[in-house]
Each structure stands twice: as C-alpha cells, then as structure tokens.
C-alpha cells in the first residue's frame, strides 16, 4: 500500500493507516449485517469534534461527508481543511463523496487528508476510461474507490467499470441536499447491481445514500445495500444513538 500522501497546506496525518478501518468495518459488516453511515452535511458545523464523537459515541462505524463545489451541484459545502479536522476528532473510517467537477485534480489531497473511502461521480466524467483511472488512483492512494451514481444514470454505465471499484453508491435522491424525498428507483438498480455482483463473483460493496429514514431503510436493505448513509435521520433525531440502533435494526432485519 502506498503512504498517504500529505497536502502541503495540511499537517500530517495522526491516524492510523486506511487498511486498518477498512478492516474493521469490513468485520463489522461480516458480523452485523449493513451498518449505518451519518452523514455530516446537516450537523452543527459549530461544534464539529462534539458532533463527530457525539456520532461515534452513538453507535456510528463511519463517517459520510459530503463535499460540494457549488459546480456539480448548485450548493458549496466544505473541502480538505474540515476533512482533515473530522479526521483529526474521529476513530472510525471516513467517507468522503466528492460531488465536484474533475474529482482526479483533488483526489490525492483528500487520500491525504485521511478519507478511508472516495467515491466520485460517473458523471463527473465525460469519458468513462477517465473515471477508470481516477477510481485507479483512489485506490493506489490506499484508499477505497468507490463510484456514485445520481438517479438519472442506468446502471448499465457503470456496468463496465465494476472492477475497478471497491464500491457503488447508488443515489437515492439528486445529488446536492440533505433532507430530500427518497427516489424508489435506487432499489431497483440496487438489486441490479447485486445480481451483477453474484454473477461475476465481485466483491465491491453496495452503497446508498439520500432520503434514507426507518420507512425507507428496509427496501434498499433488502436490495442488498451494505453501507447505507442516512442524514437527516440522524442528525434531526434528538437522539443519534437511538436513531441509528433502529435504523440499523431494521436494515438487519430486511437484509
Ligand atoms: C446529498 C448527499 C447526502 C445527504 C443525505 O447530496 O450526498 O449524503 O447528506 O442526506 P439525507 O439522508 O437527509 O437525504
Ligand atoms: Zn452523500
């Protein structure tokens, strides 16, 4: 595996290497079945260290951030310094999911700003060989590569890149906001995309994200989602521990 590499505006990175959270929460999926991922988009970015052990002390394996340019997507979130300061307050891994354009110009900066997941768009690119090679190098970065489709992309174009990723995220609302309306059609490609899987004997994982609440959780669950991120779920629940125990329950409970 290659070292992290180290954005020059940045100091160096103080976790432990990415293979090591991969490995727990890959046991942690053997073990429980499909875990939920907060995401941090609607959090209290006032008090971003309590929020993240607030979230971690609540039950959660893993992180979700959603980083937005403001071109990809019509909204501007945050970028590498509050990755690396969510890196610095967290114990478990990081995902970060880049809605920008040319995800390849940052993806070393965010490797090294200790994301243990990136997952790029699809349409993110014109040229399908292009996103091969960005999802190459996530993955010689020594993080996982994983690819995000919105619910206007079939599954067929991803199709042929499926080897290269260590994940599919299948959007279940227009990438850009939290607190969307779950769109029922990621089930379907969900399902499709496992049967791919099954087919071909690949091992990438099955992700989704957006409009996840306990009436939607079941479905994608069922479908064969592994890491689901849920945001307002979470977040806009008085009680992040309860929220994700009985989200988590119900996903186990339909897998
Ligand atoms: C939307 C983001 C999501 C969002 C999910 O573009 O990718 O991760 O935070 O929020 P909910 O769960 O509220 O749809
Ligand atoms: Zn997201």
């Known amino acids: 595996m290659v070292a992290r590499s180290t954005h020059p505006l940045l100091p160096t990175p103080v976790t432990p290497p990415a293979g090591q959270a991969f490995e727990q929460l890959s046991a942690t999926l053997e073990a429980r079945g499909p875990v939920v991922l907060p995401a941090l988009l609607l959090c209290d970015f ?15 394996v893993g992180l ?26 967290a114990k478990g891994p990081l995902e970060v999911h880049l809605m920008v354009e040319q995800p390849e110009t940052c993806i070393a900066d ?45 599954v ?40 791919l899987r099954a087919e071909r004997g690949g091992s990438f994982r099955l992700a989704v994200d957006g409009g ?18 849920a945001g307002s779920a979470v977040i806009r629940a008085d009680d992040y521990g309860r929220a994700i125990r009985e989200l988590e329950q119900i996903a186990r409970g339909a897998a």
């Open 64 to 89: 979700h951030l959603d980083v937005m340019d403001g071109r990809f997507v019509p909204q501007l979130t945050y970028g590498l310094v509050v990755v690396e300061a969510v890196r610095r307050a």
């Open 212 to 229: 996840i609440s306990t009436k939607t959780i079941g479905l994608v669950a069922a479908a064969g989602a592994e890491l689901i991120v």
């Open 110 to 154: 965010y490797a090294g700003a200790g994301a243990d997941i990136i997952t790029i768009h699809l349409e993110g690119f014109s040229d399908p060989r292009h996103a091969r090679t960005a999802l190459q190098q996530i993955a010689a970065l020594g993080a996982r590569a994983h690819l995000a489709i919105s619910p206007g992309t079939p």
């Open 46 to 60: 006032g008090h971003l260290a309590r929020e993240v052990e607030r979230l971690e002390e609540a039950g959660a």
């Open 156 to 195: 067929d174009r991803a199709e042929p890149l499926l080897d290269a990723c260590d994940g599919v995220l299948v959007m279940s609302v227009e990438p850009g906001f939290g607190g969307q309306a779950f769109d029922p059609a990621a089930v379907e490609k969900l399902a499709r995309l496992a049967a």
